[in-house]
């Protein structure tokens, strides 16, 4: 007998929420993400007004950087847990369709990538314009023009990182190489972007922390003009690596 794929889900969801690793790290997006929140807006609101243009709302979102990380380890871990443990064998025997145990953990992951980026997100806004209240320095309000947009892009660009995770675990199979993987993916492809050949610089546009990460400003890039078509491209590239994952899964013994 099949189990639905309701049924799939939910069981997904009762495993990711009974392993401690996943309060962990929820706890740790929290209270790095608003660390670097807090000591990013202080610093900013002694150097105010800078040689940027001022853009408090980006400004305050700047956790993003190092939360995408700790969210990429949360969507590494929904697959590679059971990997590890040796309990995939048994989620195969009660889900034998491949594709649907896959698509329950994809539900789950990003479920509980939106709604903690999300979260994230908008408290940091919150927090880093608080801070700069207190120093009496200009501040943004949710209401003022491209600021919501790009709170809340914030959060669907974590999110997306949470299924590039997943993918990444889902085709590697071990936590240490997918980890690896998406770190070369976030930070070493954009530190060394200089020395990629013109035909390659297009790509960039695309790329998670440079055109992508547009989506968290509010004054215009001039590099990165169309920040929401950035971030799309993106997630083109992330539903790529998900279909390779899904066939990857589906095709190998376990």
Partial sequence: MSVSFTRSVRAEWIKV????STWYTLACL???GLGITALVMNATAKQY???????PTGRSLTSYIVAQLII?????????????TGL???????????HRLLAAKVVVAVAVAVVAGQ???????????????????????????????????????????????????????????????????????PGFAGLFPAWLHGLLYYWPTLGAAAVFKTVP?????????????????????????????????V
């Fill in 88 to 98: 995939i064998r048994t989620s195969l025997t009660a889900t034998p369709r491949r």
């Fill in 119 to 189: 979260v994230l997100m908008f408290t940091a806004f919150f927090l880093g314009q608080a801070v700069l209240a207190v120093h009496g320095v200009p501040h943004a309000r949710i209401g003022d023009a491209g600021v919501l947009s790009a709170v809340a892009g914030g959060g669907l660009y974590l999110a997306a990182i949470a299924l590039l995770a997943v993918g990444l675990g889902t085709i590697m199979r071990a936590t240490a190489g997918a980890l690896a993987t998406l770190v070369g993916i976030v930070f070493l492809v």
């Fill in 221 to 253: 890039d001039p590099d990165f003009p169309h920040p929401w078509l950035n971030l799309a491209g993106m997630c083109a590239g992330v539903a790529a690596v998900l279909a390779v994952a899904f066939v990857v899964f589906r095709r190998r013994d």
């Fill in 72 to 84: 990429g380890v949360l969507g590494i871990l929904v697959v590679t847990s059971e990997h590890a």
């Fill in 49 to 55: 007004p800078g040689d940027e243009p001022w853009d």
């Fill in 30 to 32: 929290y209270a790095v």
């Fill in 17 to 20: 929420r009974s392993l401690r």
